[in-house]
């Protein structure tokens, strides 16, 4: 499998060129730029992109889909239909959708829509949508991995078999594309435009990523690649839900208002990010920006 990343400078998000080798069928995803680095792989490598797949929707994720569009104007691009709906309503100038509060693009003309349960074939590769909402309400999740028929063929790479795991596969060789739900030693927040819970982003990662292979490697949506098994022993919110350390007790000032900081952990961009429960019993994950130590 050929993965190919850019990342953007500012932002730090990545946009990633998918293939089963060279010569053949490809697929982006997310679009944030810049792009220019994976067009010139594209054509290196003789692939012909046919899709992009968008992990959500916010600005710094799709920011570049005209661009890939400029060069390839039959790229078919795919996002959740409730994800559509959010970059419908930022286009029109109803949210906010990225990190520097920017508009996302106008939604392109004959955007379609995939959902968790379908699968999606390129060459050798099948793409397994994961529903792993909480960053955003239709954040989808890619799980990527040879085709099981594929087993066994000469010069096969990756051995992957049917499962009862989140995606239905199993077996050597396989990566998941993460959007902004899970990081390298951090997680996403839950305070973004088109949000939903706690709770959600927590199943998602727990219930969902965690529950992958071990040696499946996470390419997240910011920052550098890590892998299920890395994450299940080393990130501090996988290992808090875990019971393997402790919560935090100390009282602290959370977005304004009085909350107790659970924990403290790393961010994708060299910051922090926190889980604060409030006074109600309610939890959230928010930017460690906006924490205020007290007590």
Partial sequence: ???????????????????????????????????????????????????????????????DVGELLARWPKLQVLISERERELLRDAAAGGADTGPAQAKGPATPDGMGSVEAGQTLRFGALEVRPLRTPGHTAGMLSFLVGERPEQAGVEGASARAV?????????????????????????????????????????????????????????????????????????????????????????????????????????DYDGGTKAWVRWEDGSDDIVPGSRIERSG
């Avoid at 946009?15 to 680095?37: H, K, N, R, S, W």
């Avoid at 910011?222 to 009282?251: C, I, K, M, Y």
Wanted: with cysteine.
């Fill in 1 to 63: 499998m050929l993965v190919e990343r850019a990342s953007h400078p500012q932002f730090l998000s990545n946009t990633y060129l998918v293939a089963d080798g060279e010569g053949g069928p490809a697929f982006f995803i997310d679009a944030g730029g810049p792009v220019g680095p994976l067009i010139d792989a594209a054509e290196r490598l003789a692939l012909t992109p046919t899709h992009v797949l968008l992990t959500h929707h916010h600005f710094d994720h799709v920011s």
């Fill in 162 to 266: 049917r499962s009862a795991a989140p995606g239905g596969l199993a077996g050597a060789g396989l990566v998941v594309f993460t959007g902004d739900t899970l990081f390298k030693d951090s997680v996403g927040g839950v305070k973004a435009p088109g949000h939903t819970t706690y709770t959600d982003l927590r199943d998602s990662i727990m219930g969902t990523l965690m529950e992958l292979p071990s040696d499946t490697v996470i390419y997240p949506g910011h920052s550098g690649e890590t892998s299920v098994s890395r994450e299940w022993e080393e990130n501090a919110f996988v290992r808090v839900w875990r019971g393997l350390d402790p919560e935090g007790t100390q009282p602290c000032i959370a977005l304004g208002r009085p909350a107790t900081l659970v924990l403290l952990g790393a």
